[in-house]
């Protein structure tokens, strides 16, 4: 009996000191916390750092997308190319084409002399810095920024594809990454005039990203040409691609990638409900993924009687570009109508680039170009704060200035160093006529 009364005594006077030193944990786990703000700026920096390399591994989408939908004899052009358009690209938007971007103000004519920097990141660990804690570190914001810049690039690279010589299209990227794309950037997202005056909403660049690239996609097709025998005695000769199996595996690491292209332009991830609206923007991108494919699948089977599965893959895009515009305000099904509408244009915009005699080689016009125009456009439908005036301005200031420069840039090499190769040489394919070598040599010998 005196033992039960005296077992529960010593179990306390043992629990004090592990009480005790419970507390000291706690009080040491308490005094680690970092303050709010700088919680704010590590998720949101982390936001920044895991989207964007989502939105980089879109380049490797678009090779693969590229590379099955040309001809065997031009796979390895399309790989080096966007391999190389991603290296100038990472360059020229840390040389000159960040600090370009970002001048606020309203601004419209651009400093390009005073935007040359090279002084982005921050010093080691923050030391004897007065960073802003309030937002996210400029090294992920930069990073961030640099996968839409390099995305714009991949656009052009599709549709200029199994005629171009390599030097010409890589010289024109340079300008495209470090002066182009910058500076209409900076008119929406650095503070400048359509932004400030215009009241031009494009939360993820419909027009931004992907209808610059396909303005100037167009610039470069028109003057560029189209490929040997793709029209003929007043018709179209279809021009198949070589691998439909790496077309698609693209196409889902667009898909994929997507996330963190819309995902990460939320810009904050600093409270629930912000972390809210990122969960909401995923759900909406695959909705618009979703409804774009299965448009286009219905469409082709009504139209050809049979579905298009090439199509398929530009319908998915399509409604991919279409609800970048705003993946934020629309309802789920909404979001599927959007990307639907996206599906049905890239269906009837492929033949009628086609009686124009523009020749796309995997349609990136019609998916970045015109979707990306649709999707600004629709961007009215669900948020109460766009105007249609400020965002059929905004498209047209847009696509006049890319298309008239991309023009000039284009027009210049082609009288200077010429932009595309030979008859022979592009029979004979840019893999072995440009590089030396193939993609696939086993196939092609005895």
């Not at 439909?244 to 963190?260: K, R, S, V």
Request: contains cysteine; glycine residues 12%; charged residues 10%.
């Amino acid at each position: 009996m005196r033992l039960a009364k005296t077992l529960p005594v010593v179990a306390a006077l043992i629990a004090l000191p592990t009480l005790g030193f419970a507390q000291e944990a706690a009080e040491a786990v308490a005094d680690m916390t970092p303050p709010t703000e700088e919680i704010g700026y590590i998720f949101t920096t982390f936001m920044f750092l895991v989207t964007g390399f989502l939105v980089m591994f879109m380049g490797a989408g678009f090779a693969m997308l590229e590379a099955g939908l040309v001809r065997q004899k031009n796979t390895s052009m399309q790989l080096l190319k966007n391999v190389a358009l991603f290296a100038i690209a990472g360059i020229m938007y840390w040389l000159v084409g960040y600090n370009l971007m970002y001048p606020g103000d309203g601004w419209i004519i651009p400093n390009v002399l005073g935007a040359i920097s090279t002084a982005v990141l921050e010093p080691v660990g923050l030391a004897d810095t007065e960073t802003d804690l309030t937002y996210a570190s400029v090294g992920s914001d930069f990073f961030f920024q640099l996968m839409f810049c390099a995305t714009t690039a991949s656009i052009v690279s599709g549709t200029l594809a199994e005629r171009i010589k390599l030097w010409p299209f890589l010289a024109f990227t340079v300008v495209l990454t470090g002066l182009i794309y910058p500076i209409e950037a900076s008119w929406k997202w650095g503070g400048g005039f359509l932004d400030a005056n215009f009241g031009f909403l494009d939360f993820a660049g419909s027009t931004v990203v992907h209808s610059a690239g396909g303005w100037a996609a167009l610039a470069g097709a028109l003057i560029l040409g189209p490929r040997l025998g793709k029209y003929k005695d007043g018709r179209t000769v279809p021009i198949m691609g070589a691998n439909l199996p790496l077309a698609t595996l693209g196409t889902f690491i667009l898909w994929m990638g997507w996330f963190g292209f819309n995902g990460g332009s939320q810009l904050y991830m600093d409270t629930a409900g912000n972390v809210a609206d990122i969960s909401r923007i995923f759900a909406n991108t695959n909705a618009g993924a979703a409804g774009g494919a299965i448009a286009a699948m219905i469409v082709t089977q009504i139209m050809y009687g049979k579905v298009d599965l090439t199509m398929v893959l530009n319908g998915a895009l399509a409604g991919l570009v279409s609800i970048t515009a705003e993946p934020l305000t629309p309802s789920l099904g909404m979001a599927l109508l959007i990307g639907a509408v996206g599906g049905v244009i890239v269906v009837f915009a492929v033949p009628f680039l086609d009686k124009l005699k523009i020749d796309d080689a995997v349609g990136a016009i019609p998916v970045h170009l015109m979707c990306g125009i649709w999707g600004t456009l629709a961007v009215v439908i669900t948020n109460p704060d766009a105007t249609l005036y400020g965002q059929v301005a905004s498209i047209v200031i847009v696509g006049l200035f890319v298309f008239i420069v991309s023009a000039i840039v284009w027009t210049i090499l082609k009288v200077t160093v010429g932009i595309r190769v030979s008859a022979e040489e592009e029979i004979m394919g840019l893999d072995k006529a440009e590089l030396g070598m193939e993609a696939y040599p086993e196939f092609t010998k005895g």
